[in-house]
């Protein structure tokens, strides 16, 4: 079957058969084109930045179909991104309670759940993306920064070598591997971590940081003060950058 998006549950997203009149996962009538309308003009009125269109058309089809997998999604992508995520986590919520396979509706759960700061929980639905998919790469990683933000570094590490198993250039998961193996004593391995991690921008200031204390605490102290130079080279030169603009 080709799995394209015509070929999806409006209500759960799974991916059906042209054939089936309702979904497997969720009981949905496949049938009603209507519905899918109404979805894509909410998408549509979102993208264009129509925030309160989007909610509205959302909050009609959840009037009629309080289970909406893919309106409960979408509404709580709305909430999250305007900050409610309370409301977000409660949409989401009834999203994956239709669908328990719904990976992205457990993903973006376990997201909310970390930006309000409830390790346990977000770890709880990143692990539940993984039962799902085991190769979910970017569930690898936001498990592994839920873990080490909840103390377990071991366990944080394993995640982040998984994640770089599966995209080798996935800069900021060797940046976060460095900073795990520092603070286990493994100064090598947290040295080879964060040169690798040289190769992004995003991670490049913090990790020449990172070399200059392992650099000092390895007796060397002009290659840490060479680390630290080089630091803050880049640091001034963003800025000058960001001024320009």
């Not at 509706?105 to 993306?129: N, S, T």
């Not at 085991?134 to 990683?141: G, I, R, S």
């Not at 070598?161 to 286990?184: C, K, N, W």
């Not at 964060?194 to 490049?204: I, M, N, Q, T, Y």
């Amino acid at each position: 079957m080709n799995k394209d998006s015509s070929n999806r549950c409006s209500r759960c997203g799974r991916y059906v058969a042209t054939t089936d009149k309702f979904c497997s996962e969720c009981g949905m009538f496949l049938q009603d084109a209507f519905i899918d309308r109404r979805l894509v003009l909410a998408w549509e009125n979102e993208r264009d930045g129509h925030g309160k269109e989007a909610r509205r058309e959302l909050e009609r089809i959840l009037d009629d179909d309080p289970a909406h997998v893919l309106a409960n999604h979408m509404l709580g992508n709305l909430f999250f991104h305007e900050g409610a995520m309370e409301v977000a986590i409660r949409h989401y919520r009834r999203a994956v309670e239709t669908a328990p396979n719904f990976v992205v509706g457990h993903y973006d759960l376990g997201v909310a759940w970390y930006a309000m700061g409830y390790m346990p929980k977000a770890i709880e639905e990143f692990q539940r993306c993984l039962e799902i998919d085991p190769h979910y790469n970017t569930a690898h990683y936001r498990l592994a920064l839920a873990l080490f933000h909840a103390g377990r570094l071991e366990e944080a590490l394993r995640h982040f070598e998984q994640s770089v198993i599966l995209t080798p250039d996935f800069h900021m998961a060797h940046y976060h591997m460095g900073v795990i193996y520092e603070r286990l004593g493994d100064f090598v391995a947290a040295d080879a971590a964060f040169e690798r991690s040289l190769a992004e921008d995003v991670g490049e200031v913090s990790s020449l940081y990172h070399q200059a204390l392992i650099r000092r605490a390895q007796g060397n102290e002009a290659a840490a003060e060479e680390c630290l130079k080089r630091a803050q080279q880049l640091s001034q030169a963003r800025a000058e950058v960001a001024t320009a603009r």
